[in-house]
């Protein structure tokens, strides 16, 4: 049988990564353009936009731990030229990683959230707008976001098989990656509200930085499958 000439073979992975970066992209177009509707509708302020990325945060973690733990569990996240670690060994590894490093993950948001939580933050109440009303409806919005992450993971972590390639220092990194755009959103905003808060109690700046942060979550989420396809472990 003659072997499929390696051009095809370019093609086809190129086509099978499109595809993935489709769903991811449109998942996170509608979750963007929900969350940017209810912004409008209800009004919310700069202060509230940054609660609910702030949050966001917390999705982000707990999809990259459970990534982590399917990894060890169906795929070989820890293959190398020198040890063979067991499926048992692994997902032990993975327990112990995620054990010490969320206390780093969790200590940066901690830091963020003492910034966003600070009278500082909130001092202005033209740039705030009775800032710490309805945070149990902020959280909810934090749920259209996870659903964009949690469709990412079944689609292409799981159904496209991306746990059979994903290796221990890339899944390692995934959540402090995909965390920069919603901490640079916040940085940004704090910027901005301590040095020109007129400019940060208009609509026109909170919707870019919207658009800015949604810009931000499309290239990680393209990094990210590029780095779990195969290959490219």
């Known amino acids: 049988m003659d072997s499929v000439p390696t051009h095809v073979n370019q093609r086809q992975q190129a086509s099978t990564l499109s595809a993935r970066f489709g769903i991811g992209a ?7 353009s929900g969350f940017l ?3 409008l509708v209800y009004d919310l302020s700069l202060y509230q936009l940054v609660v ?17 733990g399917v990894a060890s569990l169906l795929g070989d996240p820890f293959q190398n030229r020198y040890v063979n670690v067991s499926r048992g060994s692994g997902l032990f590894l993975s327990f112990l990683t995620v054990w010490f490093t969320s206390g780093l993950f969790f200590s940066l948001l901690a830091m963020l959230g003492l910034l966003i939580f600070s009278p500082l933050f909130n001092a202005t109440e033209s740039v705030t707008d009775s800032p710490m009303e309805n945070l149990s409806f902020l959280a909810s919005i934090t ?6 992450h949690g469709i990412s993971f079944i689609a292409n972590f799981l159904c496209a098989g991306e746990y059979k390639h994903a290796r221990f220092g890339t899944l390692l ?5 995909r965390c920069l755009s919603m901490l640079g959103a916040a940085m940004l905003a704090a910027v901005v509200v301590y040095a020109l808060p007129e400019l ?7 919707l870019v930085i919207i658009v ?4 931000a979550d499309l290239r ?14």
């Open 143 to 148: 749920v259209l976001l996870a659903a964009a």
């Open 26 to 32: 449109a998942s996170l177009l509608l979750a963007n």
């Open 52 to 68: 609910v990325y702030w949050c966001e945060c917390f999705w982000v973690g707990a999809f990259s731990v459970l990534k982590l």
């Open 212 to 215: 800015m942060k949604f810009v």
């Open 220 to 233: 990680l989420h393209r990094g990210e499958r590029a780095s779990l396809s195969k290959g490219h472990g």
């Open 200 to 206: 940060a109690s208009t609509m026109t700046f909170a």
């Open 173 to 177: 990194a995934l959540p402090f990656k």
């Open 37 to 39: 509707i209810l912004f």
